[in-house]
């Protein structure tokens, strides 16, 4: 069985013919896309084929940006409340496969407090760029799943991650 690591190699090897477009905004966007699915394999994920699919039809021009973002999204919520499943998520090998599955959102507010613990509401919508009120809609929702928790006052604390997606 290939580890995570292993199979970012794979899935960073389909980047390649990007990398080396003669077209500088592709060789950009494919230089992201890899950073972003190699980053991945560190925190010992796995990326699932639809991930790389988009990606790909992102760089051969099919979808912008903001259609990949919608379309998984648009997949997240559709499978939200099942089991966790690695065919359309990203997923820690070791994770507890009947646990909440996070959204895109979800986990960069979950990325972004392991770091930065400290940050009020305010602080984080900066930070992931979202709006103070997604925030506080995106950490209640963790906090009702039992994923995150607020300690030491409303406005002056600390997150702690519960159970990291």
């Given at each position: ?27 950009k966007c494919a230089k992201n896309w890899r ?61 507890n496969r009947n646990k909440y599955k996070c ?63």
């Amino acid at each position: 069985m290939l580890t995570p690591q292993d199979m970012a190699l794979q899935n960073l090897s389909m980047f390649d013919k990007y990398v080396n477009s003669p077209d500088p905004s592709v060789r950009k966007c494919a230089k992201n896309w890899r950073t972003a699915i190699g980053l991945q394999a560190v925190d010992g994920l796995t990326v699932s084929d639809y991930l790389i699919q988009l990606a790909i039809r992102n760089l051969e021009g099919e979808l912008t940006m903001d259609e990949v973002e919608e379309l998984l999204e648009k997949e997240y919520r559709k499978n939200r409340h099942e089991v966790f499943s690695s065919e359309y998520e990203i997923v820690p090998e070791s994770a507890n496969r009947n646990k909440y599955k996070c959204t895109m959102d979800e986990i960069a507010v979950l990325r972004t407090v392991r770091l930065q613990p400290e940050l009020t509401i305010k602080q984080l919508a900066e930070k992931i760029r979202k709006s103070e009120d997604d925030v506080r809609r995106i950490t209640e929702n963790l906090i009702a799943h039992g994923m995150l928790r607020h300690e030491h006052g409303k406005e002056e604390g600390d997150w702690d991650i519960v159970y990291d997606y």
